[in-house]
């Protein structure tokens, strides 16, 4: 087995094996790698390699949407807004190569991510 097939196999039963909450964590910090690296190739002129990340990136925030039950918890109606308005900032930023709107969007999911990964391990320090 190649090096890239076992990575690729390690990543999926990581994934497969992971809690829900994990995988939220997963997710987000996925997007914010995302926006980082189509921010970087935007600086560099790279607008090919940018779209992708960027692309990658709106994936993500539909999945989060979608996963969302908005009538689970009363935060929920604002976060799906939140979801929708950085789906809106993506699509804008890819479209205009737009470095603020990508820097707008990181200033929302990397406090977000690090509030998601701080309620994550709080629940799994918690005696079963």
Known sequence: MSA?????????????????????????DRLALDLERGQAALVAGD???ASEQIQHAQEIV????????VDVWD???RLASLYS?????????NVKGDLRRIGDCRKIVEPLRDA?????ASLASRPA
């Open 75 to 77: 935060g929920g109606p």
């Open 62 to 69: 539909l999945e989060l949407r979608s996963s969302l039950d």
């Open 85 to 93: 308005w950085l789906l809106s900032e993506l699509i804008a930023a």
């Open 4 to 28: 890239a097939s076992l990575r690729a196999r390690y990543m999926g039963d990581t994934v497969t094996t992971a809690s829900p909450q994990r995988l939220l964590v997963m997710l987000y």
């Open 47 to 49: 607008r090919e390699a």
């Open 116 to 120: 998601w990964r701080e309620a994550a």
